[in-house]
């Protein structure tokens, strides 16, 4: 079974930082693209970064300049360095895996960790 485990949410001033990790684990096959998106009440989940294995990266516009997404393929984990944090980055931040699992052929699937509170105070 594949889990996406999140960590390194929190309350943090405007102006500070965090950085989040997601580890995949379980019966997999490849990881393909992995990701972070977030969630604001109120809002439609929307797409923070993504990268692709070979390291293409891919950022929302509010974000460009401010969070680096990165991944090392040999721990299955990915991470969002978030700097120059505003209050408008809070939102509950979903790690999401689009990948093969072990054993059940060469079909792709997207898995979502369970999410993770950062909360920018101003």
């Known amino acids: 079974q594949v889990q996406l485990v999140e960590s390194g949410g929190g309350l943090v001033q405007a102006g500070g930082s965090l950085r989040l990790s997601c580890a995949a684990s379980g019966s997999i096959f490849s990881i393909n693209a992995m990701g972070w998106y977030r969630q604001a009440p109120g809002n439609q989940r929307e797409l923070v970064a993504s990268?692709?294995?070979?390291?293409?990266?891919l950022y929302a516009d509010s974000v460009k300049g401010r969070f680096t997404i990165s991944r090392e393929n040999a721990k299955k984990t990915v991470y969002l360095q978030m700097d120059s944090l505003k209050p408008e980055d809070t939102a509950v931040y979903y790690c999401?895996?689009?990948?093969?699992?072990?054993?059940?052929?060469?079909?792709?699937?997207?898995?979502w960790g369970q999410g993770t509170q950062v909360t920018v105070s101003s």
């Open positions: 999401n895996a689009n990948l093969i699992p072990a054993n059940l052929g060469t079909r792709r699937y997207d898995y």
């Open positions: 990268i692709t294995r070979d390291s293409t990266t």
